[in-house]
Nanobody, 113 residues
Framework: QVQLVESGGGLVQPGGSLRLSCAAS????????MSWYRQVPGKEREFVAR????????TYTNSVKGRFSISRDNAKNTVYLQMNSLKPEDTAVYYC??????WGKGTLVTVSS
């Protein structure tokens, strides 16, 4: 059974940092590119970042370039999203996604003073 379990969300002040993790199971993790998306209530889910199956290629939406970094550890079946210089507009539920396709249940990130 495929599972994607996100963790690491929470409340952080503007300018702060968080690292999200997504633990995968039930499939051959190293065969798949992985992505992070986010969604604000009432808005469409939007792409944040993607990493290739080997970790050699990464892609980011423009609004997070230079602030967020996606990485993966294929030995641990885990993908990460390091988020620095967080802004209130980064507040959203963050979802892990694999192109099987399969979604995790999300983790809430709130950026507020």
């Amino acid at each position: 059974q495929v599972q994607l379990v996100e963790s690491g969300g929470g409340l952080v002040q503007p300018g702060g940092s968080l690292r999200l993790s997504c633990a995968a199971s039930g499939f051959t993790f190293s065969d798949y590119a992985m992505s992070w998306y986010r969604q604000v209530p009432g808005k469409e889910r939007e792409f944040v970042a993607r990493i290739s199956s080997t970790g050699t290629t990464t892609t980011y939406t423009n609004s997070v370039k230079g602030r967020f970094s996606i990485s993966r550890d294929n030995a641990k079946n885990t993908v990460y999203l390091q988020m620095n210089s967080l802004k209130p507009e980064d507040t959203a539920v963050y979802y892990c996604y694999t192109s099987m396709p399969y979604w995790g249940k999300g983790t809430l990130v709130t950026v507020s003073s």
